[in-house]
């Protein structure tokens, strides 16, 4: 079956380590995306991949780092820099401009 | 930048009633969609609207997309204990513009109660 992958479900880290969150997808999406979800909040845009190799910051893209070396792979990571880091974090795909985006069951991110 | 503001925040129905939340962005929109998270869940696609004045049904589900294309709605009709969740309409930007970002909306979560 085709989905998307995010791994772990949940992670746990102190303050001050950087941390890096998978997402794999075998859709053969060309475009990728990292969302932050805070509780009672909607999805807030980080970074967004078009194609590989490039990649685009969103919204809240401070304090967070990503790649795109494969299609299928981009990877998001958090560094000791954001100052929020405990949230829930969803990676999603989609096919071409103007496709419904497909989402991964999320990585739920605790930061002490 | 671009925003997407969706209203109510919360909606408590009883079973039966229906149910209305709005989606206005702050700029045109190239297409707007739509997607259900069930509580724990991730974001599911309902829908997509593309050309102005656009209304698209899915059983007790209508949406709409405004004649600017700055706006869009979903109404259920006859609420049910399975449409517990938060819809959120997401928003996708003309070529110029961030052409393949996707903004979404802060979501309307609904309860039903039996």
């Known amino acids: 079956d085709g989905g998307i992958t995010q791994s772990p479900k949940y992670l746990f880290r102190k303050e001050g380590q950087n941390v890096t969150l998978s997402c794999e997808q075998n859709?053969?999406?060309?475009?990728m995306y990292w969302y932050r979800q805070d509780p009672g909040q909607g999805l807030r845009l980080i970074y967004y991949s078009q194609i590989v190799n490039d990649f685009q910051k969103g919204d809240i893209a401070e304090g967070y780092s990503v790649s795109r070396e494969k299609k299928e792979s981009f990877p998001l990571t958090v560094t000791s820099a954001q100052k929020n880091p405990t949230a829930f974090y969803l990676c999603?795909?989609?096919?071409?401009?103007?496709?419904?985006?497909?989402f991964g069951n999320g990585t739920r991110l605790t930061v002490t | 930048g671009q925003q997407v503001m969706q209203i109510p925040q919360y909606q408590h129905v009883q079973e039966g009633e229906d149910f209305t939340t709005y989606c206005n962005s702050s700029?045109?929109?190239?297409?707007i969609q739509w997607y259900k998270q069930r509580p724990g869940g991730h974001p599911v696609f309902l829908i997509q609207l593309v050309k102005s004045g656009e209304v698209k049904k899915q059983k007790r589900l209508t949406f709409q997309f405004g004649e600017a294309k700055k706006n869009s709605s979903l109404h259920i009709t006859a609420t049910q204990t399975t449409d517990v969740g938060t819809y959120f309409c997401?928003?996708?930007?003309?070529?110029?513009?961030?052409?393949?970002?996707?903004?979404f909306g802060p979501g309307t979560s609904l309860s039903v109660i039996p």
């Open positions: 700029t045109t929109l190239s297409n």
């Open positions: 997401a928003g996708a930007y003309p070529p110029g513009t961030s052409y393949d970002k996707v903004i």
């Open positions: 859709l053969n999406h060309d475009a």
């Open positions: 999603a795909s989609r096919r071409q401009s103007h496709s419904p985006l497909h």
